[in-house]
């Protein structure tokens, strides 16, 4: 049996069906429980997948092939976002870190974009 969700109306900033599905499950689940519930959606963080990929990319445009010089062109050519950055690791780390902390408490049923700004 195959089940249908549509996507619910407050859910409107974003277009991309799996960040409306973490926030419709995220909320829910948090709802008078006393336990946070909260997810993350990374933009494009760097890892061997993406590095895979981009390095694929550079050889296509005929860039050189060290990662800092590749980086430097992803950076000032294909990256859109306000950071003007790939992402790090690190950078989503910090997101669920405070997303962890106690003092993040009353943040509950959201999702955040880290993804340097759109």
Excluded: C, Y
Excluded at 4 to 11: A, G
Excluded at 31 to 59: C, D, F, K, Q
């Amino acid at each position: 049996m195959q089940t249908t969700i549509d996507r619910p109306p407050h859910i409107h900033r974003w277009g991309h069906d799996p960040i409306w599905a973490k926030v419709v499950v995220t909320e829910p689940s948090a709802a008078g429980t006393g336990i946070t519930a909260n997810s993350v959606s990374p933009g494009l963080t760097l890892s061997h997948g993406p590095e895979r990929w981009l390095r694929g990319i550079a050889a296509d445009q005929g860039w050189p092939d060290d990662w800092p010089s590749i980086k430097a062109n992803v950076e000032s050519l294909m990256i859109k976002n306000f950071a003007g950055m790939i992402g790090e690791p690190v950078n989503i780390a910090h997101v669920v870190a405070f997303l962890a902390d106690p003092r993040a408490d009353f943040v509950n049923a959201q999702d955040i974009v880290a993804d340097g700004g759109h």
